[in-house]
């Protein structure tokens, strides 16, 4: 059957060259927005004639001609926990601007959906990864470092330091909630924490107990930082023998699964128990919940690491290691924000 509805000829970049009267590689190198010198009239002729043409370039043939893709891949453990939209957010201010495209995948603790985030971004070509997700394992990381795609962990630790790395002094956090507790006057205070093979938790216990000790300053532990798991852990501590009088929640998702188990008990933050969360993520903010909580830097972590990935792209575009700098570790400071979970009935300036 004769095709009475013929598909209209693809714009080329020939066409484009054409219309603004210069030649195809003059075209070629505006397209790749390289340091090429080229006057405005010149850039002003290629412009109009895009427009006119409504001409898109063939990002695939691009890439291959370059050898980029001008896509960064971005790793996190759930897309529901809302600490992650915030450094995605954060990772977006760099790169947008940069021309990238993003590629978000959320592995949770699946080993399989790993595996295929890992082998998709092999077999895309990304020009770089941006690791966050805490459940990721070092060997996915490793995986991608030997590929020749250069990475970048943010907001979590490698046991071995095969890539740049940017985090929050979680030691330091843990430490600043407990200070603030203790100036409350309390002598005890409860760890409410998601797994400890988690090394920022590990680290926010280690501060928190380098104030209350060991003694004093028992665990109870969530299977997951998930808000589901937060809150069955939660009303299993609150409704236990010895309820505690404060808690310090090493995530801002584990401290709001705490306040929805109080409600459900009866039992009243901060009147009955006094909250601190970590991560400062949005609805911490919401008066009805007034979250007093570490800042971890969600938003510059998530800017800095993908900085430091544009920085590396920028001299090593295949990833090949040649020539290449050692990986670096740039630690953020956290800041504790005061609302009124604490206790406190001021509300401060976040």
């Known amino acids: 059957m004769v095709n009475r509805f013929p ?42 004639a895009i427009e006119e043409l409504n001409y898109h370039p063939n990002a695939l043939a691009q890439g291959l001609s370059s050898r980029r893709s001008y ?99 979680n030691r330091m956090g843990g430490r600043l909630a407990a200070e603030h507790l203790r100036q409350h006057g309390f002598e005890q205070a409860v760890y409410l924490t998601g797994p400890l093979d988690v090394l920022a938790f590990r680290h926010r216990l280690e501060g928190f107990r380098s104030v209350y000790g060991e003694a004093d300053g028992p665990l109870h532990i969530a299977r997951s930082s998930e808000l589901s798991d937060a809150t069955e852990a939660a009303a299993s501590l609150l409704a236990g023998l010895r309820r505690p009088a404060a808690v ?57 690491a993908a900085g430091i990935l544009a920085e590396r792209i920028g001299r090593h575009p295949s990833g090949s290691p040649g020539g290449r700098t050692p990986p670096e570790r740039r630690v953020l400071a956290p800041e504790l924000v005061v609302r009124g979970s604490c206790g406190c009935r001021r509300t401060a300036t976040t």
């Open 248 to 304: 310090f929640a090493a995530s801002d998702t584990l401290a709001v699964g705490l306040m929805t188990a109080a409600h459900s008990l009866g039992v009243s933050v901060p009147e009955d128990i006094a909250l601190i969360g970590f991560d400062n993520v949005w609805v911490g903010q919401v008066p009805g919940v007034s979250l007093t909580t570490v800042d971890s830097k969600a938003r510059q972590v998530g800017a800095v």
């Open 7 to 48: 598909e209209a000829r693809r714009t080329t970049i020939n066409d484009v060259a054409s219309l603004a009267g210069v030649s195809k590689a003059t075209v070629s190198k505006f397209l790749s927005a390289t340091d090429y010198y080229m006057s405005q009239e010149t850039r002003a002729k290629i412009e109009r």
């Open 71 to 169: 896509a960064i891949g971005v790793v996190v453990a759930s897309i529901t926990n809302p600490f992650y939209p915030e450094l995605v957010a954060g990772v977006e201010e760099v790169i947008d601007p940069a021309g990238y495209t993003l590629l978000l995948g959320a592995i949770a603790e699946s080993k399989a959906k790993e595996a295929a985030v890992v082998r998709t971004m092999i077999q895309r070509r990304v020009d770089g990864a941006i690791i966050a997700s805490a459940t990721m394992r070092d060997g996915g990381v490793q995986q991608l470092v030997k590929a020749g795609i250069n990475v970048v962990v943010a907001s979590r630790e490698l046991a071995k330091p095969v890539a740049d790395t940017v985090v929050i002094d």
